[in-house]
């Protein structure tokens, strides 16, 4: 069984700039979350996304970052304008509808300069 | 709210048992789950507690859960270095849906 796909596995902007990031999850499941995780720290949680409707974004900063889950499937995160401390990886989790076990993709490594 | 707390470093010796201790202030958890997170790499699912049981043994892996302080632990038996990463304890719990709180991360290192 394939894993949570991520890419681009690294990316180097400089701040003011955008930036995306695309998810992948496991075939089947309904759930999918976006964390970020800033260097020394534990992940946060940004949005959680049942199919294609959005569960928790109350952590998501919205002045800059959205995401979105168009058909259920894959997602998408996008921040713009970028800030120096937007630096950290981004990873995605999804878990089967209803349960508390997520998986996790292999992060993006975002490097604001 | 929710806060889970760990030791940041723990260095044993190869053969060894390693324990990595974790406490958390949410009375109500619902699992309670351990990562691995080795350099440049995502979180691999290790093993995970639902928060009625007092212990899960998997392999080498033994979950020890004190609900009355709070106290979560993961003991590695026969350490190897191919276990030297960083550990994460999480939570779920209820009212917060399938988020999963996490703490800071443990560092283990494995020395020969």
């Known amino acids: 069984e394939a894993g949570v796909a991520q890419s681009p596995r690294y990316k180097i902007i400089e701040k003011r700039q955008s930036v995306a990031f695309w998810c992948n999850p496991i075939?089947?499941?309904?759930?999918l979350y976006w964390y970020q995780q800033i260097l020394g720290q534990g992940p946060k949680l940004l949005i959680q996304f049942q199919n294609n409707g959005v569960v928790d974004d109350s952590q998501l900063p919205k002045d800059r970052f959205s995401a979105e889950r168009l058909k259920g499937v894959d997602s998408t995160l996008k921040i713009q304008p970028a800030k120096l401390e937007d630096s950290a990886v981004y990873l995605c989790?999804?878990?089967?509808?209803?349960?508390?076990?997520?998986?996790f993709g292999p992060g993006t490594r975002l490097t604001v300069l | 709210g929710e806060d889970v707390e760990q030791s940041l470093f723990l260095s044993v010796r190869e053969g060894d048992s390693s324990v990595i201790n974790c406490t958390y202030t949410d009375s109500s958890s619902t699992y309670l789950y351990w990562y691995k997170q080795e350099p440049g790499a995502g979180l691999q699912l290790l093993t995970y507690?639902?928060?009625?049981?007092d212990m899960k043994q998997d392999q080498r892996l033994t979950v020890l859960l004190n609900k009355k302080d709070k106290h979560l632990s993961l003991r590695i038996a026969d350490t190897q270095t191919g276990d030297s990463a960083i550990y994460f304890c999480?939570?779920?719990?209820?009212?917060?849906?399938?988020?999963?709180?996490f703490g800071t991360g443990t560092q283990l290192k494995v020395e020969l």
């Open positions: 989790a999804s878990s089967w509808r209803g349960s508390d076990t997520q998986y």
């Open positions: 507690i639902f928060s009625n049981m």
């Open positions: 075939s089947g499941h309904a759930t």
């Open positions: 999480a939570e779920t719990y209820k009212g917060g849906g399938n988020k999963l709180t």
